[in-house]
């Protein structure tokens, strides 16, 4: 490597790679640079409290206050244990969901000061809404038709929603027949300090 080359790859290269990436950060709407996603809920996670329900029942399940004694600990995959899709099998599978059914899910999510962008990811046979803090953040209902497919949905949590220390994740997932599927996955992000 010559001189010039060195030139170029120790300044040139870094102060250029600085720039685009100031160029690109100063277009989101976000005026606070935040760190790289770092993920809050797995897919495959343990412990979801969880009940099977009539199409619509369960209505408030996705209040903070509401009262989940009654439901019962799960862990993701909720689905059917076999069939054609390649998620419908005994691994990721861990809970048996039956088909033409609702499945509530309600998870409490624990986020640091600073926490900001978090984004659920859904994967799901057939359809699904999904809220935090008691709010819908999925615009209602999603229909989805054919095998599950992982993050098919991403919904982000607008920040005003947010708290420090403990948080609420409802889920309500609908089966329309054939098979079932639900796994979810939480991602967040950090605020950076400047300076
Ligand atoms: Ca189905």
Redesign the pocket.
Known sequence: MNDRSRFVSRVLLPVTIMFVLSTVGSLGTAAAPSSAPTIVVPYGASEYKYQVVPVDDGIGFERPDFDDSAFAVGDAGFG?REGYCELNNPGDVRTEWP??TDLLVRKTLELPAGTTDVVVYVTV??DVQVFVNGHDVSDGLQIHEGCPSLDSFSFAVPDSLLQVGTNLLAVRAR???????LDLEVTRRNRLRLG
Do not use: A
């Not at 089966?175 to 599927?181: E, F, P, W």
């Open positions: 059917s088909v033409e046979d057939n089966d329309r027949g054939g098979l079932t599927y």
